[in-house]
């Protein structure tokens, strides 16, 4: 009977400690589950308003309430992409990248083709995040084309070929579109 009382003494202690483990962790991820629902609900509203500056305000808001939440994102970059404000774009995409890592390679990419829509168009800046989405995957077949095509503008013709090889070879028959590109840009660099 002292043995069990003994052991029962023993686990106070580990059940405190469990206690407050939970009682730590519930709280946080109500907190995140509430700023999930608060930031959708930011964004549901943007959505349907008419005023695009208090719109956008909402979608930025959101962004800052649940960094995760895709939705805040896609609507942000539409709404930048369709008035060619590629500035603004890019600070969407960045952020993205940094706040959701699963959708790092989409938010590379949408960078670059802001920085290349720019005018006049920042190349440099392009690639440099062309070439993070391909680190990040390399049979990326629309990261690859980016990489030859403005490695071919800047005059790199040998390493240009390599990436619309790779391009030409990654897209087969699944990126009828990429692969006709990659075709044509080989092509005008007299590698087909």
Do not use: C
Not at 26 to 31: D, G, H, S, V
């Amino acid at each position: 009977m002292i043995e069990r009382i003994a052991l029962n003494l023993r686990m106070v202690p580990m059940l405190a400690a469990l206690v407050f483990l939970i009682a730590g962790v519930a709280p946080a991820a109500r907190a995140d589950e509430s700023n999930a629902a608060k930031a959708k609900a930011l964004v549901n509203a943007a959505i349907k308003m008419t005023d695009s500056n208090a719109a956008v305000k909402l979608l930025w808001q959101a962004t800052d309430i649940d960094p995760t939440l895709i939705d805040s994102y896609v609507y942000l970059g539409a709404y930048y992409n369709s008035r060619s404000d590629f500035e603004n774009m890019i600070k969407v995409y960045q952020k993205q990248a940094a706040k959701i890592p699963s959708q790092a390679i989409s938010a590379y990419l949408n960078i670059g083709e802001a920085y290349q829509s720019l005018s006049p168009p920042r190349l440099d800046d392009a690639l440099v995040n062309y070439r993070k989405a391909y680190a990040l995957d390399s049979k990326n077949s629309f990261a690859a084309l980016r990489i030859g095509e403005v490695l071919a503008h800047q005059g790199s013709r040998d390493e240009a070929v390599k990436f619309l090889r790779i391009a030409l070879v990654t897209a087969g028959g699944d990126h009828p579109t990429i692969s006709a590109e990659a075709k044509r840009d080989l092509a005008q660099l007299g590698a087909m």
